[in-house]
């Protein structure tokens, strides 16, 4: 089964990466075990996944119904070179696009589409690999093997909201709150 949590925070990353990079190519997606500062100073802003704690729904199945917090943190600070208030704009364009591709269904009733996705897009991370020509890759790769035991069975959006950095007042948050049923095998979707 393996750290679902983790699992899952990498099936988030890489189910939103096209289009958190759609807004902007330079904005980094950092998971809970990422070790770089989440600092927004001179960056183009960040865009933060962390799956918490959550019960095994129901017990003794191996299913958890985590929790999972999309945060998306930028600069209030405009730049030199920046109109007033662009930074508000970006950050509006990026929970907008991030709440689209996490709200998907293909009945008008429920994101089951959306957790198919979100799993694809974990369980594709053990094929996405390069030759693992240097070490990064190869640590990568390494990582990302587990990834064919995850699914992704259900998503219930829970809550959204948003406040300023409380460590840095000039800072935007917004955050999108979601729980999703895991599973540590692959193939649900099949």
């Not at 600092?39 to 183009?44: F, I, L």
């Not at 369980?123 to 693992?132: F, H, V």
């Not at 990064?136 to 790769?141: K, N, W």
């Not at 093997?145 to 259900?154: E, K, N, V």
């Amino acid at each position: 089964m393996g750290n679902l949590r983790d699992k899952n925070d990498r099936a988030i990353r890489a189910f939103i990466y096209a289009t958190v990079k759609g807004v902007n190519a330079k904005l980094p997606i950092y998971i809970s075990r990422d070790p770089e500062s989440r600092d927004v100073a001179t960056a183009p802003g960040l865009v933060d996944v962390k799956t918490v704690q959550g019960p095994e729904s129901p017990p003794g199945s191996g299913n958890y119904f985590l929790t999972v917090l999309v945060r998306a943190k930028m600069s209030g600070t405009d730049q030199p070179d920046q109109p007033a208030n662009t930074n508000h704009g970006f950050l509006n364009d990026l929970i907008d696009a991030l709440h689209d591709v996490l709200h998907q269904s293909d009945n008008g009733q429920d994101y089951h589409a959306t957790a198919k996705l979100i799993s694809e897009a974990g369980n594709s991370l053990i094929t996405d690999q390069s030759s693992g020509t240097d070490e990064v890759e190869t640590a990568r790769a390494a990582r990302d093997a587990d990834m064919a035991d995850y699914s992704c069975l259900a998503l219930l959006h829970t809550s959204l909201g948003g406040d300023h950095d409380p460590d840095a007042d000039v800072n935007y948050i917004e955050l999108i709150t979601f729980q999703v049923n895991v599973i540590g095998s692959g193939g649900y979707w099949d």
